[in-house]
C-alpha cells in the first residue's frame, strides 16, 4: 500500500512517497501506476462537503479548501528533556491496488478530487452534501444529512440520502448493472436517456410522481397511504427504482 501525505498546514509523510508524487500545500496528486483497469476513489467526511469533477489526465488530485485552518491548543508546558511531536490532523490519501482511499479531515475544508472520466467512485458524507460530474463509471454516493448533486453521469448510479434531495442526470446507463435514487426526507429528481430501457419501480408515502416517459405501468399507486408502482419505459431493461418517504419524485428525459 502506498500512503501519500496528509493535507495540513504542516506537510510531512508517513511514511515512503512515491518520487512521482507532488505535493503542493493542501493539494496531492497520486500518478496513475496501473492502466489496464479505471481507478477506484473511496472517499468519506464527517463535516465537509465532497466535490467530483473530471479531467482529461490519469492522475487523481486531491484537494483541500476552507473550513478552520488549524486546531487551537490548550496552553502546555514543555516536560524535561522531552519535545513535541505534532501529529497530522488533515485529510489522508493512501493506494492499494488501484483504489485510492481519502479520509477528510475534521476541519470542515470541502474536499475536492479531480479524476479520470472513467474512474469510479464511493463517496460517504454524514454533513455536507455530494456533488459529482462527468464520471463514466460506478457512483455510488450515501449522505446523513446533505443534498447529492450528480450530473452527466454515464455507467451506474446508486445514491440514497437521509436528509436531503437527490438530482441526478445520466448521459448514459450501464444495461447490466441496476440504478437507484432514494431520500427520507427530500425530493428526487432524476433526468435519464430518453432512449432507455428499464423496469422502473417508484415509492413514496408524502409526495407525487412526476415522469415525462410512457410508463407500462403494473400494479396500483396509492401515494397517499405509502404505495408503489412498478413499470417499464421502452419495453424494459435495466432496474430502476426511486423512493423517498416526504417529498416529491420527478422523472424526467434527456
Same mark, same amino acid.
Given at each position: 500500500?502506498?500512503?501519500?501525505?496528509?493535507?495540513?498546514?504542516?506537510?510531512?509523510?508517513?511514511?515512503?512517497?512515491?518520487?512521482?508524487?507532488?505535493?503542493?500545500?493542501?493539494?496531492?496528486?497520486?500518478?496513475?501506476?496501473?492502466?489496464?483497469?479505471? *481507478?477506484?476513489?473511496? %472517499?468519506?467526511?464527517?463535516?465537509?462537503?465532497?466535490?467530483?469533477?473530471?479531467?482529461?489526465?490519469?492522475? =487523481?488530485?486531491?484537494?483541500?479548501?476552507?473550513?478552520?485552518?488549524?486546531?487551537?491548543?490548550?496552553?502546555?508546558?514543555?516536560?524535561?528533556?522531552?519535545?513535541?511531536?505534532?501529529?497530522?490532523?488533515?485529510?489522508?490519501?493512501?493506494?492499494? #491496488?488501484?483504489?485510492?482511499?481519502?479520509?477528510?479531515?475534521?476541519?470542515?475544508?470541502?474536499?475536492?478530487?479531480?479524476?479520470?472520466?472513467?474512474?469510479?467512485?464511493?463517496?460517504?458524507?454524514? *454533513?455536507?452534501?455530494?456533488?459529482?460530474?462527468?464520471?463514466?463509471?460506478?457512483?455510488? %454516493?450515501?449522505?446523513?444529512?446533505?443534498?447529492?448533486?450528480?450530473?452527466?453521469?454515464?455507467?451506474?448510479?446508486? %445514491?440514497?440520502?437521509?436528509?436531503? %434531495?437527490?438530482?441526478?442526470?445520466?448521459?448514459?446507463?450501464?444495461?447490466?448493472?441496476?440504478?437507484?435514487?432514494?431520500?427520507?426526507?427530500?425530493?428526487?429528481? =432524476?433526468?435519464?436517456?430518453?432512449?432507455? *430501457? &428499464?423496469?422502473?419501480?417508484?415509492?413514496?408515502?408524502?409526495?407525487?410522481?412526476?415522469? &415525462?416517459? #410512457?410508463?407500462?405501468?403494473?400494479?396500483?399507486?396509492? =401515494?397517499?397511504?405509502?404505495?408503489?408502482?412498478?413499470?417499464?419505459?421502452?419495453?424494459?431493461?435495466?432496474? &430502476?427504482?426511486?423512493?423517498?418517504?416526504?417529498?416529491?419524485?420527478?422523472?424526467?428525459?434527456?
Amino acid at each position: 500500500m502506498k500512503r501519500y501525505l496528509a493535507l495540513t498546514g504542516l506537510i510531512f509523510a508517513v511514511c515512503a512517497v512515491a518520487p512521482a508524487q507532488e505535493n503542493t500545500g493542501s493539494r496531492v496528486v497520486v500518478p496513475s501506476r496501473n492502466t489496464s483497469r479505471p *481507478r477506484v476513489v473511496r %472517499a468519506s467526511t464527517v463535516n465537509s462537503p465532497i466535490t467530483v469533477r473530471t479531467h482529461s489526465g490519469t492522475d =487523481v488530485i486531491v484537494e483541500t479548501e476552507g473550513g478552520r485552518t488549524g486546531i487551537r491548543r490548550l496552553p502546555e508546558t514543555t516536560p524535561d528533556g522531552l519535545h513535541r511531536i505534532d501529529i497530522p490532523r488533515g485529510a489522508s490519501v493512501s493506494e492499494d #491496488d488501484n483504489v485510492i482511499t481519502v479520509r477528510a479531515p475534521l476541519s470542515g475544508e470541502a474536499l475536492i478530487l479531480t479524476v479520470p472520466v472513467d474512474t469510479s467512485v464511493q463517496l460517504k458524507s454524514t *454533513r455536507g452534501p455530494i456533488r459529482v460530474d462527468g464520471v463514466h463509471g460506478e457512483v455510488d %454516493a450515501s449522505c446523513t444529512n446533505g443534498s447529492l448533486d450528480l450530473t452527466n453521469i454515464s455507467g451506474t448510479i446508486v %445514491a440514497d440520502t437521509t436528509n436531503g %434531495a437527490v438530482r441526478a442526470s445520466m448521459d448514459r446507463v450501464d444495461p447490466s448493472k441496476p440504478i437507484s435514487f432514494s431520500s427520507v426526507n427530500g425530493s428526487v429528481d =432524476v433526468t435519464l436517456p430518453a432512449d432507455l *430501457r &428499464a423496469n422502473i419501480k417508484v415509492r413514496t408515502m408524502n409526495g407525487s410522481v412526476w415522469t &415525462a416517459f #410512457d410508463l407500462r405501468m403494473a400494479g396500483n399507486l396509492n =401515494v397517499n397511504h405509502g404505495g408503489s408502482v412498478s413499470g417499464t419505459i421502452n419495453g424494459g431493461g435495466v432496474e &430502476a427504482s426511486f423512493s423517498t418517504v416526504n417529498g416529491r419524485i420527478e422523472i424526467r428525459k434527456k
